[in-house]
């Protein structure tokens, strides 16, 4: 836009100089062509007019102005000393012995004749010179209409060259301007296609050498390269997080394959001692199927909970059994107590990012509750909505686990095992964690669209 | 005995008319006035060719500018003839002769025009009184003399009637000047106002004729009358006579819009003589 405003300016400051030149040249012509003119008429009428002869300097005005068609005289009035008029051109206009100051209004001398403004003709005045003595006064008035034809028809072709021009250079300088900004404009597209992880500028595109352009865009390739640092630090730092939760599991599941062991070995020696008795050997075998379908079963769970990334199955009701076969040992560990209540479950919603939501929500919630707490899980749809509420008795979250939960900035490390990973979870899933205290209970609700 | 003298002086020119030409001794040298022609080329350069044919010698034809001087030329001897005005012919009357007067319309005769521009209001001489007039030339008869003479029967002073004269030395002139507006009014030849609206009717146009005058003896060809009985001078006078039995002649004539010569008696120029007597009555 500057640039722009700043072409017409100068056009119009280059145009203004060409019809000054113009002007000049043109007022040096008709002040040579009115000197030339004036001359011719003083010698011719000098002699007439000092005699007071009105029919020859009629007859000298007559010839000069009906010489040919077209001519720039087109009036001309001779007048004695006493600025008597003798006679002119059109003597109606000027009649015989009327006073010449009559029409010399507006009259330019000769040495300082301008064909300025945009009027056809001009009138000059000038003294009449016979054999060194002043006779007489001559005025004329020239067609200049041609002259004044030619400025405005090379104004008007200034202005239209100009406005080419002006356009022209306007295109160029779009041209220009975009091919610098090329690179700029490239960053902008990447990071536009790529909002989540923008991608580098290709080294074919890389702009050469070390301009502003060349480091903005090296600039930017380091900036995508930290992203994607971070991005892939952000990820070991989740699957870190699930492996804790894992770990804080295995003990207590360590317990729950254990403590059923010594009954189960308890078993065998039993069934080895008493082989010979079939009801011995029912009753142990039975025990025995009891036992392993229990370890079977929080085998298959920690085995579900690991398998995280690869099953597709869609959220069910075992789901929540499953869990709560994973938190028992922890809660009977800390001799807490645990409320379950879990309604009937119809949803879409993939099961692994549910459970790991659920598991750690309830591990913290444990951890929170702390020796003989209180748990609570409660499970249902709400409005198209599956909604999962984990209290405890615990003295609410802290600061810095709430941000972790729910806000959005960056990881902080602290207590509170995986709050992280609940919050992407459930971000991914497309849902909303929110925060209560109410009769002496933490209350963690999720809702996940289902 | 004269008068015999002089026709055998003129049978003798007749026979002379070869040997004349044969001799094609000193140009004949005739003078005109710009009062009448306007200095037309082609008129004056026919003319010449005519003479020069019908004479067997050249024809230096000598213009200048007034009536006055080339009627000092004539008298002086400096020229042989002259077309001059009826009234220079009556003012030198006994020093000059006819030789020849030329025919307009049928008639040697012609009349002086009052002219005013077409935008007048005027009636009559009387109503121009104050205003500006142009006359051609002070020795023209219709030109000058007929307007002049006509304010003095009017009881009017000629040189106080008019606020304004001028004169154009040429009838075409006074045409120029009433047409253009430089005057208000002029006296003018009718023979030259007719013939120039015919050959430039665009001119006589802007103006109108607002009285003319009674027919009045037609500008003539004169000669010295001490000179008149030479050979020269007679055989000049049949090549003008003649003109329109030649080629040439007959081509001069149409361009000058006149029928040919004739010989005409001083009587011719009695109504001029009439209107110098008025003249007469106020000049000292």
């Known amino acids: 836009m500057f640039t722009a405003a700043l072409m017409i300016l100068v056009g119009f400051l280059a145009s203004q100089q060409v019809l000054a030149a113009l002007r000049q040249v043109q007022d040096a012509r008709i002040r040579e062509l009115a000197q030339l003119q004036i001359e011719a008429l003083s010698v011719a009428l000098g002699p007439l007019v000092s005699r007071n002869d009105i029919w020859g300097v009629y007859d ?31 003597p109606r206009r000027a009649p015989v012995d009327s006073n010449i100051a009559a029409l010399t209004k507006g009259a330019q001398a000769l040495d300082a004749l301008s064909v300025a403004g945009k009027t ?42 100009n406005a080419v021009a002006t356009f022209l250079l306007a295109i160029l300088g779009y041209l220009v301007m975009r091919r610098i900004l090329m690179p700029v404009t490239r960053v902008v597209e990447r990071m536009r296609e790529s909002a989540d992880a923008p991608e580098p500028i290709a080294p074919s595109d890389m702009p050469a050498g070390d301009s502003e352009m060349a480091q903005l865009a090296r600039s930017y390739n380091s900036m995508v390269g930290a992203i994607g640092a971070k991005a892939e630090a952000d990820r070991r730092l989740a699957e870190r997080e699930r492996f804790v939760s894992l770990g804080r599991l295995s003990s207590s599941l360590a317990h729950e394959i254990n403590n059923p062991l010594g009954g189960l070995l308890n078993a065998v020696d039993t069934v080895q001692k008493y082989a010979d008795r079939p009801d011995v050997v029912r009753e142990s075998a039975d025990l025995l199927r009891r036992g392993l379908g229990h370890m079977r079963d929080v085998a298959r769970a920690t085995l579900d909970l690991n398998r995280l990334d690869h099953t597709g199955a869609v959220l069910a009701a075992e789901d929540f059994h499953d869990l709560k076969l994973l938190i028992e040992p922890e809660i009977s560990r ?28 309830l591990l913290n919630a444990s951890e929170a509750a702390g020796r003989e707490g209180r748990v609570s899980l409660k499970a249902g749809h709400s409005g198209g909505r599956l909604c999962l509420e984990i209290a405890d008795s615990g003295p609410g ?54 | 005995m004269l008068n015999r003298r002089r026709v055998l002086i003129g049978a003798g020119a007749l ?102 521009g077409t935008d007048s209001t005027a009636k009559g001489l009387a109503d121009l009184r104050g205003g500006t007039h142009a006359y051609s030339d002070p020795n023209s008869n219709s030109g000058y003399l007929v307007t002049v003479s006509d304010l003095v029967r009017m009881g009017e002073r000629p040189e106080t009637f008019f606020g304004r004269t001028i004169f154009t030395y040429g009838h075409r002139n006074v045409v120029r000047a009433v047409a253009g507006g430089l005057m208000q009014s002029g006296s003018v030849d009718g023979y030259v106002w007719e013939a120039l609206a015919k050959t430039e009717p665009a ?42 039995k030649t080629e040439k002649g007959r081509a001069a004539l149409s361009l000058l819009q006149l029928d040919g010569m004739t010989k005409a008696a001083p009587s011719l120029f009695d109504g001029i003589a009439a209107r110098m007597r008025i003249m007469e009555t106020v000049r000292p």
Request: with cysteine; glycine share 8%.
């Open chain 1, 60 to 90: 000298t005005l007559d010839r000069a102005s009906g010489q040919n068609e077209g001519q720039r005289l087109v009036f001309a009035a001779v007048a004695n000393a006493g600025g008597a008029v003798l006679a002119a051109t059109n």
């Open chain 1, 397 to 450: 979250l802290s600061k810095s686990a709430c941000a972790r939960l729910l806000g959005t900035e960056a990881a902080v490390t602290g207590s509170g095992v995986g709050l992280r990973l609940v919050r992407d979870l459930v971000n991914q899933l497309k849902g909303c964690v929110s925060f209560d205290r109410a009769g002496g209970e933490t209350i963690i609700r999720v809702e996940l669209p289902c």
């Open chain 1, 334 to 361: 800390q001799q807490q107590r645990l409320g379950w209540e879990v309604g009937k479950i119809t949803c879409t919603l993939p099961a692994a990012p549910v459970r790991q939501i659920a598991l750690n929500l």
């Open chain 2, 203 to 244: 001119l006589t146009a802007r103006t109108k004729v607002l009285t003319r005058s009674e027919w009045l003896g037609f500008p003539p060809f004169c000669g010295r009358s001490d000179q008149m009985g030479t050979p020269r001078m007679q055989a000049m006078q049949q090549a003008i006579l003649g003109l329109d």
């Open chain 2, 15 to 116: 026979t002379l008319l070869p040997t004349l030409s044969a001799h094609a001794m000193v140009p004949f040298r005739l003078g005109l006035t710009p009062v009448f022609l306007d200095n037309d080329a082609e008129v004056i350069s026919r003319m010449r060719a005519a003479f020069s044919e019908a004479l067997g010698v050249d024809v230096k034809l000598e213009q200048r500018r007034t009536y006055e001087e080339v009627t000092a030329l004539l008298l002086e001897g400096s020229i042989d003839a002259a077309w001059l005005c009826g009234y220079p012919y009556l003012q030198h009357k006994e020093a000059l002769s006819l030789m020849a007067v030329p025919v307009w319309n049928g008639r040697p005769l012609y009349q002086s025009y009052l002219i005013v």
């Open chain 1, 120 to 161: 056809a003709e001009i009138k000059v005045l000038a003294p009449l010179v016979y054999q060194g003595r002043e006779v007489g006064q001559i005025l004329t008035e020239m067609d200049v209409s041609d002259l004044v034809a030619a400025r405005r028809r090379v104004s008007r072709w200034l202005l239209i060259g």
